[in-house]
């Protein structure tokens, strides 16, 4: 069984494949992708040199995503960013990049569990499963990739989630969706 407390290591031969010291296989860069979107850390080194290549494949691995049009980062983002390197910004972006990704995760939390807090008047709606599918579908898309998201929420380790629950809480979720939608109409 792997250690997933501790960085999943990867090993770059002169050759530039790639491979994974836990299942002894080669990987690819979307199998390291999909490594992180499961919310495991990787660490990437160059056997030969002992050098660290995380951040140059991590990098490599959004730029890959941003040019099959998947894009998140906006350009005017990525203009900061490259404006950064020339300025003394540079010194400060990291901590306030990681900081943003942190208030926004514990944001979403936030919300999901306000929204758990609603009872669900609409379950009773003609069609009202089918949407709840759709939005179950779009909510995995969206919060899949960030680790301790499941497509009913957080993880959280107090709570033992049953089928029951799962679909109460996807259910509320919705609700609140439409409701918002309501009030902005």
Known sequence: MADTDKPL?????????????????YVTLEDIAGFIR???????????????????????????????????LPVGVLTDLVRSYATGMQSVMPQFLASS???????????????????????AVPGFEAMRKQQEAFLKTMMGGMPGWSSSGPAREDETPSAGSDDIADIKKQLAELQKKLSRL
């Open 9 to 25: 290591l990867i090993k770059r031969y002169a050759s530039r494949r790639l491979y994974n010291t836990e299942t002894s296989d």
């Open 38 to 72: 499961q919310g495991r850390e990787v660490q990437i080194v160059d056997l030969k040199t002992g050098d660290d290549l995380t951040r140059q494949y991590l990098l490599q691995i959004v730029a890959e995503h941003e040019s099959k049009g998947e894009s998140v």
């Open 101 to 123: 990704f942190e208030m926004l995760r514990e944001s979403q939390a936030k919300m999901v569990e306000n929204l758990a807090a609603i009872p669900n008047p609409l379950a």
